[in-house]
């Protein structure tokens, strides 16, 4: 991939409210991970570089390395985990730092306690607090500056079972009888309290392929066929005005920040193309 097409794809990640960063800094990732347990002996040798932007690394000594254990799952890190240290930094309380106690490194935050006494704290209650005065050396090697995720996979059958579900709802386009459109029709009339909430149902019956793009006509026709006694006369030109920012696009992708309307009457909006979705299944 060459250089503009990296650009174009960062400037279309940050229009969509997105901060991507270049990782174009090498940092040093450590064969043994550091343990997020009890403390064990830190891996001594230098595995690989993994690349990290410049903004999370900064120019001070910095390192990389995989955590193991749960003793800070309810901090977000995890087993897998690499966390980026920043090395030499002192800590203050609250911080989540890499210690080494009799030349054994563990992952804990950092907190003194009202004596001034040095504690290394888990954040799962199956483990217990470290106090560090009970080691005859101890040191903070670094603060953590950040926690890169390791990715799991998702089960097979979970991944099968949603497309599936979707494959069905798309496949209701050609059975949308006009029995099954006057039903919906009908349940959804009697939820809105405005002309322009028919646009919800037009957005539902493009993404089926039921209506073509900027067909608010023919939606006209169809209500007026198969329900003649709608309190809500549907106005195409009307319609057309909101088919703007992220109600341009599949309901899947309806922000709001970047629509017609805002605040209450977004969710109402979304809440009614919801629910003529479901009423067509």
């Excluded at 830190?42 to 390192?63: A, D, F, H, S």
């Excluded at 890499?98 to 799962?124: H, I, S």
């Excluded at 709001?256 to 805002?262: F, I, K, L, Y």
Aim: proline letters at 5%.
């Amino acid at each position: 991939m060459i250089e503009k097409e990296y650009l174009d794809i960062f400037h279309q990640l940050e229009e969509q409210g997105w901060n991507p960063m270049f990782c174009d800094t090498p940092v040093p990732l450590y064969s043994c991970g550091v343990p997020a347990g009890n403390p064990q002996e830190p891996g001594q040798y230098e595995e690989e570089n993994i690349m990290l932007p410049r903004e999370l690394v900064g120019y001070e000594p910095t390192m990389a390395i995989v955590v193991r254990g749960h003793s800070m799952q309810d901090a977000g890190i995890e087993d897998g985990d690499v966390v980026t240290v920043r090395v030499g930094q002192e800590a203050e309380d609250g911080d989540i730092v890499v210690a080494l106690l009799d030349g054994e490194a563990t992952l804990k935050v950092f907190f003194r306690d009202e004596n001034g006494e040095a504690w290394l704290v888990p954040q799962n209650e199956k483990f217990q607090p470290i106090r560090v005065s009970e080691f005859s050396s101890a040191r903070i090697l670094g603060r953590v500056i950040s926690v890169k995720k390791s990715v799991p996979r998702v089960p097979f059958r979970a991944i099968q079972q949603r497309i599936r579900s979707v494959k069905r709802q798309g496949d209701t386009a050609v059975s949308l009888t006009d029995d099954k459109l006057k039903r919906a029709f009908a349940k959804i009339a009697r939820q809105m309290t405005s002309s322009r909430h028919w646009f919800c149902v037009y957005r539902v019956l493009v993404d089926k392929g039921y209506l073509k793009e900027g067909d608010f006509y023919s939606l006209r026709d169809k209500v007026n066929e198969l329900l003649p006694d709608n309190d809500f006369s549907i106005n195409p030109k009307d319609l057309s005005r909101m088919d703007v920012g992220s109600f341009a696009k599949r309901l899947y992708f309806w922000e709001e920040q970047d629509a017609p309307v805002q605040g209450k009457r977004f969710y109402e909006y979304k809440a009614l193309a919801q629910a003529f979705q479901n009423y067509l299944l």
